[in-house]
């Protein structure tokens, strides 16, 4: 009998009430039947930037030396295209666009960039608000990790 091989699945979200404004990232990390939950946000922030948090505290959060099979997904196209696919050509021009201008966020690309190397992670990208069970409890995580506004 084929050994099942257990898979590693996180969803990852970020949430902002207002953009800038107060924010939280969240994390749902899926071992088997084991899981983990993760939060937490900052009072001045953005939602790209807690997207980017989410994925950089889910890929912070894995055992070290893991060897399993990784796949994170995210409801953030930002998320999905930069790191797959922008980040190649921003790190060659010295973490400048295209158009010359400075990365937006890029002191939290280079940390997810970091982390990244360390795994071999399967990105996904899933339609956010549409019904799938693990990207919405990633969402209600998110919302938990925003600061209470007095």
Same mark, same amino acid.
Request: proline share 3%; charged share 30%.
């Given at each position: 009998?084929?050994?099942?091989?257990?898979?590693l699945v996180i969803?990852?979200?970020?949430a902002?009430?207002?953009?800038?404004?107060?924010?939280g990232w969240?994390?749902?990390?899926q071992f088997?039947k084991a899981e983990?939950?993760l939060?937490?946000?900052?009072?001045?922030t953005?939602?790209?930037?807690m #997207? /980017?948090? @989410?994925?950089?505290?889910?890929?912070e959060?894995i055992?070290?030396?893991? =060897?399993?099979?990784i796949?994170?997904?995210?409801?953030?196209?930002?998320?999905m295209k930069?790191?797959?696919?922008?980040i190649?050509?921003w790190k060659?021009?010295?973490?400048k666009k295209?158009?010359?201008?400075p990365?937006v966020?890029s002191?939290?690309?280079k #940390? /997810?960039? @970091?982390?990244?190397?360390?795994?071999d992670v399967?990105?996904?990208?899933? =339609?956010g608000?549409?019904?799938e069970?693990?990207?919405?409890r990633a969402?209600?995580?998110?919302?938990r990790?925003?600061?209470?506004?007095d």
């Amino acid at each position: 009998m084929a050994k099942s091989v257990k898979e590693l699945v996180i969803y990852t979200d970020g949430a902002c009430s207002g953009n800038p404004g107060p924010g939280g990232w969240g994390v749902l990390m899926q071992f088997g039947k084991a899981e983990k939950e993760l939060y937490g946000g900052e009072d001045d922030t953005t939602n790209n930037r807690m #997207e /980017l948090m @989410a994925a950089i505290k889910a890929l912070e959060a894995i055992k070290p030396g893991y =060897k399993g099979k990784i796949t994170l997904w995210t409801d953030s196209v930002y998320v999905m295209k930069g790191i797959t696919e922008w980040i190649h050509g921003w790190k060659k021009r010295g973490w400048k666009k295209s158009d010359k201008k400075p990365v937006v966020n890029s002191d939290l690309w280079k #940390e /997810l960039d @970091a982390v990244n190397a360390k795994w071999d992670v399967d990105w996904r990208w899933v =339609k956010g608000h549409a019904g799938e069970e693990g990207n919405e409890r990633a969402d209600e995580l998110a919302r938990r990790g925003v600061p209470k506004q007095d």
